[in-house]
């Protein structure tokens, strides 16, 4: 790795500007954000849920990434994305090991459903066998509940006060943990609902005035949320935003456009590159918004 992930997050924070994340299913996916990132110079996050990474491997996706990185030159990282979500199986943190011996050099741990207590004990036993690892390894947690799932709905969702994070606990929670990164709820939801998300910006600067020295903020959920908010809640201090269902939607939707268009093309590299170009719309459009254009310089 040609740079640190510590000093690629501190330069957001200096820069006043938020890293996307952008999550990949496959190759062509990863191909789209690296085309995108190379035209804009941009610093990306290329993230893996749990789900994307079994298909595409773990070990396959680390050597894709190094591999454009080499090429590129472009600080990538890359991120295991809500590991451990449902906190099933999390005795003996087999998940967190695979991660770290293929080689991710980010991971989030979510144990936002465990409750408080449980979620400071395996977050910081994440942290801890991580930092072992590589001590730049940068590691996410979460702490309150994000409602929706990473798809289109056509449901309203619904917002209780306790999914929130508190200010006080979030300040604890990063201290105790000693995560680089802290994801937090504060309006935010998985996926693309029926209703407009609506952040509570009081919420994330006060959290970000408690954890600031410690961690920086993540707001998953960024698909939906319009651009205007996602630029004020960058002001407030978040510093990575994770985007999912946009690029899932504009993949897809491109795909089925092509084959209405040519339902005799067999040709995989022909079909592909039409999601590729709208996957590309919508990764350029977060850079700018996110303001990290320009910003993979060589002072990582
Ligand atoms: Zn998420």
Not at 78 to 107: R, V
Not at 180 to 208: C, M, Q, T, W, Y
Not at 215 to 234: N, Q, R, T, Y
Request: proline share 3%; aromatic share 8%; glycine share 8%.
């Amino acid at each position: 790795m040609n740079f640190s992930t510590k000093q690629y997050f501190k330069k957001a924070e200096e820069g006043n500007y938020a890293i996307g994340q952008f999550n990949c299913s496959s190759a062509d996916q990863v191909k789209a954000v690296i085309l995108v990132a190379q035209k804009l110079n941009a610093p990306v996050i290329v993230g893996t849920s749990e789900g994307e990474s079994k298909f595409m491997g773990l070990r396959q996706a680390v050597k894709l990434v190094e591999s454009y990185q080499e090429e590129t030159g472009l600080p990538i990282i890359l991120n295991a994305d809500h590991t451990y979500k449902d906190a099933k199986d999390i005795q003996n943190l087999d998940k967190i090991k695979a991660l770290l011996d293929a080689g991710y050099n980010s991971i989030h741990f979510d144990g936002s459903v465990l409750p408080y207590q449980e979620n400071v004990k395996w977050t910081s036993e994440v942290v801890k066998m991580c930092k072992e690892k590589n001590p730049d390894i940068s590691v996410e947690g979460e702490l309150g509940f994000l409602p929706g799932a990473s798809k289109v709905s056509k449901e309203k969702l619904e917002f209780k006060e306790e999914y929130f994070t508190d200010p006080e606990k979030a300040l604890e929670f990063v201290k105790v943990t000693g995560v680089d990164r802290l994801a937090v709820s504060v309006g935010n939801s998985h996926g693309i609902s029926a209703d407009e998300p609506k952040l509570d910006f009081d919420r994330i600067a006060k959290i970000n005035e408690k954890v600031r020295d410690y961690a920086v903020l993540v707001l998953h959920g960024g698909s939906g949320i319009p651009d205007e908010d996602i630029k004020k809640a960058i002001l407030l201090g978040i510093r990575k935003i994770n985007v999912n269902t946009e690029l899932r939607a504009a993949f897809t939707i491109a795909l089925k456009d092509y084959f209405i268009k040519n339902p005799e093309e067999t040709t995989p590299y022909k079909y592909l590159q039409a999601s590729i170009d709208a996957m590309q719309k919508v990764v350029e459009n977060k850079i700018i918004v996110f303001g990290s254009g320009g910003k993979a310089g060589s002072s990582f």
